[in-house]
């Protein structure tokens, strides 16, 4: 089962925030986030394990709510080079992800 | 420096040919997968293996096939019989641990003319 990822797409200016979310109706294991440039391979960001942990990265940061089997994506000040695709990829076991089909996100300045 | 490589990065092929896509890790990882990517689209799975000699179909198996005669390769072969081939293909290996993730190679861009 895929995913549901939301919004599919936002316009930023520089400094302004955003947040991504992502769904699933089946129980999770884990959430991965990833970011996508143009034409390249997406990037890991974070990975977030059932237990609702809270991490961060710079002022790229990330929750789980496992009761409600949702991670969100939460992006303060953004810049220009925070723009790209954002995907997350859900995990039922630790073998493998299914991926979600992605939030375009572009800072203009 | 460690990291997954993918080869060729721009790849054309005629209808009605085989093309195999390269991917190697010198991760040490165990695991394995093929994705394909359609403009604007998420990842879809094609393959995946977990152990040398082992490997199982994803969600879009069909038209495509894979070995894993080492450890550090897993290449993919579009056939003919895969009916719209042309897309990005991204290759991805995984550590065993939990908290491992995947990582990805720099993709394949395959045009079938």
């Known amino acids: 089962q895929q995913p549901v990822q939301s919004p599919q797409a936002v316009i930023l200016r520089e400094g302004e925030d955003a947040v991504i979310n992502c769904s699933s109706s089946?129980?999770?294991?884990?959430v991965h986030w990833y970011r996508q440039k143009h034409g390249e391979a997406p990037v890991f960001l974070m990975i977030?394990?059932?237990?609702?942990e809270q991490k961060g990265h710079e002022k790229i940061s990330a929750s789980f709510n496992e009761k409600k089997q949702q991670s969100s994506l939460y992006l303060t000040a953004s810049q220009l080079s925070y723009s790209g695709t954002y995907f997350c990829?859900?995990?039922?076991?630790?073998?493998?992800?299914?991926f979600g089909s992605g939030t375009q996100l572009t800072v203009l300045p | 420096d460690g990291g997954i490589t993918q080869s060729p990065k721009y790849l054309f092929r005629k209808e009605g040919q085989n093309v195999t896509l390269s991917c190697e890790q010198n991760?040490?990882?165990?695991?394995m997968y093929w994705y394909r990517q359609d403009p604007g689209q998420g990842l879809r799975l094609i393959y995946y293996?977990?152990?040398?000699?082992?490997?199982q179909k994803g969600d879009i198996a069909e038209g495509y096939s894979v070995s894993r005669e080492k450890k550090e390769s897993f290449p993919l072969t579009v056939t003919s019989a895969q009916k719209n081939p042309t897309a990005f293909y991204l290759c991805?290996?995984?550590?065993?641990?939990?908290?491992?993730?995947?990582?990805f190679g720099p993709g394949t861009r395959l045009t079938v003319l």
């Open positions: 990829g859900t995990a039922r076991s630790a073998r493998q992800l299914t």
């Open positions: 991760l040490n990882h165990d695991a």
């Open positions: 089946k129980a999770l294991y884990s």
């Open positions: 977030l394990l059932k237990g609702g």
């Open positions: 991805a290996s995984k550590g065993t641990a939990s908290t491992d993730t995947q990582y």
């Open positions: 293996s977990q152990i040398v000699n082992d490997f």
